[in-house]
């Protein structure tokens, strides 16, 4: 059965340290890939996505970069965090290669707080 | 940018109860989708309803679709406690790569 895999749970990070946020998804191949981020009581906005290795497309500019080294794998990274950039951040994968009509599976999430 | 818009914000109800949730967007879909995240959690996929589709069901969740409208709404029927989560709409644009866009949910309280 396919899994996605999103760590860590919680983060405390202060303010210009680097950041590094990894998913991985198992049981699938060439999934597509999401990183959402979602401010308290609001709803998600999509950062990035990615339908293959090496393919990102970024939604929002902003601090932050994502890369796909590996099929199932997706990292967020920043070189340095701001205050705005904390938040719940998920990852999420559908089936890709032009599949529809498909519900997203998403991680547990990653809580991140800039200090 | 936020293409759904949920109504209400907060709901607050009496277990056995039915819920509605509507939802309303902008641009034509592909599907729409209904998610549930519980407090400081992933989201899980409740149920999709593709733009041909004008009504599904799912056990106590029954959703309806009209395009004409370009709204939705998600009824929980005979409400229970377990149901108190927030939940979001979704949907998959036309236009564009595979990606879904989300509301900013509709907060269910069910009280004992």
């Known amino acids: 059965s396919q899994t996605i895999h999103q760590w860590p749970a919680t983060l405390v990070q202060p303010v210009g340290s680097p950041l590094s946020l990894e998913c991985t998804v198992e049981?699938?191949?060439?999934?597509?890939l999401y990183w959402y981020r979602q401010a308290a009581g609001r709803g998600l906005q999509l950062l990035f996505y990615?339908?293959?290795?090496?393919?990102i497309s970024s939604e929002v500019p902003q601090n932050l970069s994502a890369s796909r080294p590996q099929d199932r794998q997706f990292i967020l990274s920043s070189k340095k965090l701001l205050l705005s950039d904390s938040g719940f951040y998920l990852c999420?994968?559908?089936?890709?290669?032009?599949?529809?009509?498909?519900?997203?599976?998403f991680g547990s999430g990653t809580r991140l707080t800039v200090v | 940018s936020q293409q759904g818009e949920e109504d209400p914000q907060a709901l607050s109800i009496q277990e056995g109860e039915n819920a509605t949730m509507n939802c309303s967007y902008k641009t034509s879909i592909n599907n729409l989708q209904w998610y549930r995240q519980n407090s400081g959690r992933g989201l899980v996929h409740l149920i999709l309803?593709?733009?041909?589709?004008r009504e599904k069901h799912s056990g106590r969740l029954r959703v309806t679709l009209d395009t004409s409208k370009k709204s939705s709404s998600l009824l929980i029927t005979a409400s229970r406690a377990a149901d108190t989560a927030s939940y979001f709409c979704a949907t998959d644009q036309i236009q564009g790569a595979q990606k879904l866009v989300f509301g900013q949910g509709t907060r269910l309280t069910i009280n004992p």
């Open positions: 309803i593709r733009s041909n589709e």
């Open positions: 999420a994968w559908i089936p890709g290669q032009g599949a529809r009509h498909y519900g997203y599976t």
């Open positions: 990615s339908v293959g290795i090496g393919q």
């Open positions: 049981g699938t191949s060439n999934p597509n």
